[in-house]
């Protein structure tokens, strides 16, 4: 049972546009979510995160947007750069049964010269 | 700049042998995660502390792996007998519990187990 589904394993951006990154959830309790970064043979890094509280959070080049009633969020990378390439993962986490964090399967970022 | 170690960094095994796998979380983390990524699974969550108290590791093999935190400065991850089917990357997270920061991931246990 995938409760974080990120539905586009690839993305493919050409540098200094817009990269919108997808993530839809299931578990209506889950009320944290997070975006994390990966690089080959690297741990993931920690991005952004969001409280069901907000519907938005910034932080630089990256924006969360949270839209509660469609369970999904989404992280724009705005403008993408070269040094983005890398597999981004959304998590979630409900604080009634412990926090423990779900991962997404991911979705590779490619930004193009 | 404060890391989460694991070690070893890279263990190759041969099937049924012990595998200990070890993290140091970053001093004065209260939540630490075990995660196995696998190529068809992503991130699965094995089990996960907070004040070194275990609260949930229903995502590990009872039978063969098992996770502790002796103290603050350690958590290990066993697998007892190792079977190929483990053959994955194991990373090892901490953080505080919903922290500004997130969870710091440590840089991963590539096994092998042939």
């Known amino acids: 049972d995938q409760q974080v589904k990120q539905n586009s394993p690839s993305l493919s951006v050409q540098e200094g546009r817009i990269s919108i990154l997808n993530c839809d959830y299931t578990n209506s309790m889950f009320d944290y979510f997070l975006w994390y970064k990966k690089y080959p043979a690297e741990g993931p890094t920690f991005l952004i995160s969001?409280?069901?509280?907000?519907d938005k959070n910034e932080d630089g080049r990256f924006t969360v947007f949270l839209n509660k009633s469609a369970k999904h969020l989404s992280l724009h990378i705005v403008p993408s750069q070269p040094g983005d390439s890398a597999v981004y993962f959304c998590a979630a986490s409900a604080g009634s049964s412990g926090d423990k964090l779900t991962f997404g399967t991911g979705t590779r970022l490619a930004v193009r010269p | 700049d404060a890391r989460v170690t694991q070690t070893p960094r890279d263990k190759v095994t041969e099937m049924g042998q012990e595998v200990t796998m070890r993290c140091q979380p970053i001093l004065g983390h209260n939540t630490v995660f075990w995660y196995r990524q696998t190529m068809m699974q992503g991130l699965e969550l094995l089990a996960y502390?907070?004040?070194?108290?275990?609260?949930?590791d229903s995502g590990m093999p009872k039978d063969r792996f098992s996770a502790e935190m002796p103290d603050a400065t350690l958590a290990t991850l066993k697998i007892q007998p190792s079977e190929p089917r483990d053959s994955a990357v194991y990373f090892c997270?901490?953080?505080?519990?919903?922290?500004?920061?997130?969870?710091?991931f440590g840089s991963g246990t590539r096994l092998t187990v042939v």
């Open positions: 997270a901490s953080g505080l519990f919903r922290g500004p920061y997130g969870y710091t």
């Open positions: 969001i409280s069901s509280i907000k």
């Open positions: 502390f907070r004040n070194r108290a275990p609260l949930d």
